[in-house]
């Protein structure tokens, strides 16, 4: 690429000045334009076509945040935009208009395998102990000695193999559970570290009837977009839980109430949900069988260090002219 000129990247996040300066580190030629406050304006109801935040965004030609602190109207106010760099591992909250614009969207996979394996690690050791009830019995200041289950010995099933999935797989390996995989492209002779058996997308029922806990670690995308239903979670034993960290739509959320009102399953571990916050309405928050977190599975206290630092490999390979890491395929939504 031309090297000549400056690279103006617009950042729509707020970040440390120490995050600004690494970025402008990479290359003498780079110039970082913070536009947060701009951005936060306008989503309070400033108008769509702020003259300053427009003109920032049309000299664009990278832009770094998270997608739902992105500007209105992003393609046609900044026309120049050659890559985004979005602060998160899944896309689907981007624009149909921009997943088919020639753009380049970059994302952070690979940042939350830790973080996430550790919460579905935590969800699963909280059902097999029973942490529920120990929390109920300290309020109630009573004492009832009961059977904690172990893990070594059960079968987890984990829906995507990804960088998550793959963490979430060792994790469970090293705890003695079996663990098989569903992988959507999976053929015969197909295996992953720390994966037993690993199943292709038309096998997801035997999945399902074989798991003691089946954990949710794939991306939504349309074909996983309300996957499981009542079909799905009549297909898994009486005794097993559903755990998610992924996405709350891959789940039909009704079926989800009925199966653990009506025992289809034992408990759901819940860390996303189709609407954000959860309403103080939803039944979510009543059902005994249910352990959630308000979506923070990919949280970490350094997160915005990390994701800055795979930014800055990224704007390295760009000036390189060399391919990015974890660029999404756009075919595929991910």
Known sequence: MNMSREIRIVVTTPITEGSVQKIKAVD???SVEQVSQLVY???KGGPADDEKLTLSLRRAEVLYGWIHQFPRNLLERASGLKWMQVMSAGVDRLSDKILQSPIQ???????????MGEVVLEMMLMFAKDAAACMQMKQTKQWKRYSPKLLKGQTVGILGLGNIGREVARL????????????????????FPAVDRVYGRQQLDRLLGESDFVVLALPLTPETRAMIGER???AMKPDACLINVARGAIVDEAALIRAL??????GAGLD????????????????PGVIFSPHISGEMPDYE???????CQNLKRYIAGEPFLHEVDKAKGY
């Open 172 to 191: 469970c390996k090293a705890f003695g559970m079996e663990v098989v995989g569903l992988h959507r492209s999976a053929g015969a002779g197909d295996s």
């Open 41 to 43: 304006a306008e989503k």
């Open 261 to 266: 009102e009506e025992k289809w399953i034992a």
């Open 28 to 30: 003498e030629r780079i």
């Open 232 to 234: 799905e979670l009549r």
């Open 105 to 115: 969207i970059v994302t952070t996979s690979g940042l939350h395998g830790a973080p």
């Open 272 to 287: 996303v949900f189709i609407q954000e916050p959860l309403p103080p309405e939803s039944r979510f928050y009543d059902l």
């Open 305 to 311: 260090a990390r994701a800055t630092e795979i930014f």
